[in-house]
């Protein structure tokens, strides 16, 4: 059974930093392409990140770009998001995603 647990959500400055986790069970991360999304209040969810299978490439939002950053451990089967400089727009429900599993998804209130 495939199950994603976010963590690492909350309340941060403007210009703070924010790392989030995606703890994966029922598959081998290594091998599957995977990305966070997010929603804002009244808004469309939205892709923020992707990082490929194996080769680790990976690809951002513009909004985003230079700002977060995707990575994975295998070895701890956990898919993360670093997310600096974090902006009042930033604010969201963040969600890791592999195909059609979802997590429940972490709050990032970013405010002064």
């Known amino acids: 059974q495939v199950q994603l647990v976010e963590s690492g959500g909350g309340l941060v400055q403007p210009g703070g930093s924010l790392r989030l986790s995606c703890a994966a069970s029922?598959?081998?991360?290594?091998?599957?392409?995977m990305s966070w999304y997010r929603q804002a209040p009244g808004k469309e969810r939205e892709w923020v990140a992707i990082?490929?299978?194996?080769?680790?490439?990976?690809n951002y939002a513009d909004s985003v770009k230079g700002r977060f950053t995707i990575s994975r451990d295998n070895a701890k089967n956990t898919l993360y998001l670093q997310m600096n400089s974090l902006k009042p727009e930033d604010t969201a429900v963040y969600y890791c995603?592999?195909?059609?599993?979802w997590g429940q998804g972490t709050q990032v209130t970013v405010s002064s």
């Open positions: 029922g598959f081998i991360i290594s091998t599957a392409a």
């Open positions: 990082i490929t299978s194996y080769s680790d490439n990976t």
């Open positions: 995603n592999w195909g059609d599993n």
